[in-house]
């Protein structure tokens, strides 16, 4: 299907506008009216920003012609790669189809009907339910607000302590920066939020001293049930870890780490939260992380490769064992204007079915 008449139009306005300008003008009205994320505003804007104009595959173009390697995907998320014109045209058919509506108010409309049902194909084997974000970082609050309520509805009230790790990277609101263990992003805003305890990372090029893998494998698994054991486990709701941490440098546990972890919330019943933002959709080899170390979460943070970034779309993939109990609890009163948003669930379903 060729791109709407109207989508074909507003591109070659954009590219008529885009031609008048040169690289050295884009920097300064950048420089002029853009706040930049996780960025040095005064540094950037005395070097210039590098202006990204188009890409197609791997690779990436600059203003100035300069053809770049995507080594890091994006941030990490376009798992499919640049330039796939049928999420393009899924996009452009959808916007003229319906453009938006809410999924809050008894309604729901096909495109996100149709991605949950084939998210719960994808995911393992227990995985019938999902919650959709706009991002990573939303999936994550909403695990935060989901496991409590979840432990709450049991008449567990107390379990609200969710237990992460020193250096993982779980997003950038209150609640994500919060489960991170970014020192750097503790240090503004006063975080974290009471209510989250870090543990070390599994960090054996680091921290394994004269230990082989395997050994501190299990040694920094064992920060976790002695962190469970000093809050005492009844006032702990989950452990939430990434499988191979991501943004802290790519580190990948010991081969025992992930069963030891396993073992401990298995033991202590703390739901175990798998933060598959960057390992989700393919970039493991499988189609989570999870499956790839063999884990059992109860609950999966979604977001990134799940859209390939085409459109911001995340969400928390929800095992039976959780679903069931928050079906059964009445209102769950979390929500975003653009849960399961038309567009980009009719685009993620393109993603993965391609
Ligand atoms: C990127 C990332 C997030 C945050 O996702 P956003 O879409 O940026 O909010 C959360 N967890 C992990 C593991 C990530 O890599």
Redesign the pocket.
């Known amino acids: 299907m060729s791109l709407a008449p109207m989508v074909i139009e507003a591109r070659q306005a954009v590219q008529r506008t885009a031609s008048r300008r040169s690289t050295r003008e884009w920097q300064a009205l950048d420089a002029a009216h853009h706040l930049h994320p996780f960025s040095d505003a005064a540094a950037l804007n005395a070097q210039g920003a590098r202006v990204i104009s188009h890409a197609e595959g791997v690779y990436l173009w600059d203003s100035d012609g300069n053809k770049i390697f995507d080594g890091m995907s994006g941030?990490?998320c376009v798992n499919i790669g640049y330039g796939r014109k049928e999420l393009a045209e899924t996009a452009a058919r959808q916007m003229n189809e319906l453009a938006y509506y809410n999924t809050f108010f008894k309604t729901t409309h096909p495109q996100v009907a149709e991605l949950s049902a084939l998210l719960a194909e994808v995911a393992p084997e227990g995985f019938n339910h999902v919650f959709y974000t706009n991002?990573?970082?939303?999936g994550?609050d909403t695990v935060i607000r989901m496991v409590r309520h979840y432990w709450a509805s049991q008449g567990q009230p107390q379990r609200k302590t969710i237990i992460a790790r020193e250096n993982g990277?779980?997003?950038?609101t209150i609640g994500?920066a919060s489960l991170g263990g970014m020192t750097y992003m503790h240090e503004q805003g006063d975080l974290p939020i009471p209510g989250i305890a870090h543990i070390e990372q599994p960090y054996w090029y680091a921290n394994g001293g004269d230990l082989s893998p395997e050994e501190y494998g299990l040694k920094a698994a064992r920060a976790l049930e002695a962190k469970i054991l000093e809050l005492g486990a009844e006032n702990v709701a989950a452990f939430i870890g990434?499988p191979i941490q991501?943004?802290g440098g790519i580190i990948i546990p010991p081969s025992t780490y992930w069963p030891e972890i396993q073992r401990i919330c298995d033991q202590y019943g703390i739901l175990l939260v798998a933060?598959e933002?960057?390992c989700g959709f393919g970039r493991t080899g499988e189609w989570f992380g999870s499956q790839y170390f063999g884990i059992r979460p109860h609950l999966m943070?979604i977001?990134?490769g799940l859209s390939s970034g085409y459109l911001p779309i995340?969400g928390v993939l929800v095992h039976d064992q959780v679903a069931k109990v928050l079906i059964e609890a009445g209102d769950f009163n979390h929500g975003f204007t653009y849960s399961g948003h038309p567009v980009a669930a009719a685009v993620a379903a393109e993603n993965c079915v391609f």
């Open positions: 941030l990490w991002s990573g970082s939303e994550n990277y779980h997003g950038s994500g990434e991501g943004a933060d933002v960057i943070t977001a990134k995340g």
